[in-house]
């Protein structure tokens, strides 16, 4: 088992930058894939990046690739993920998830089992 909080979210101008904080507790929190997904009012949720347990394996979106970087922090068990996003833009506006597996990458939200409660990004044009 393991919980998620994310933080960090907020509102900003377009090409301005937001880095939001996904924080895992639990014994074996380090050992978990972990994944960003967002989702846009009246849209379905959409996978953005994911990071290998040790962080030695990425994988972004096409959407955000050049913008956005996806890292953690597993020292002294932290266990903290980081979404840094820059230049933002109007359709970056969503919610954001933080979400967790084992194993392996996966570009899909029914692979995670462990998921936060979200935090708001909303970007002005």
């Known amino acids: 088992q393991v919980q998620l909080v994310e933080s960090g979210g907020g509102l900003v101008q377009a090409g301005g930058s937001l880095r939001l904080s996904c924080t895992a507790s639990g014994r074996t929190a380090s050992n978990y894939v972990m994944g960003w997904f967002r989702q846009a009012p009246g849209k379905e949720r959409n996978f953005v990046a994911a990071?290998?347990?040790?962080?030695?394996?990425?994988?972004?979106a096409d959407s955000v690739k050049g913008r956005f970087t996806i890292s953690r922090d597993n020292a002294n068990a932290k266990n903290t993920v980081y979404l840094q996003m820059n230049s933002l833009k109007p359709e970056d506006t969503a919610v954001y998830y933080c979400a967790a597996r084992l194993y392996y990458l996966s570009v899909k939200g029914a692979d995670y089992p462990y998921w936060g409660q979200g935090t708001q990004v909303a970007v002005s044009s």
């Open positions: 990071i290998s347990s040790s962080g030695g394996t990425t994988y972004y």
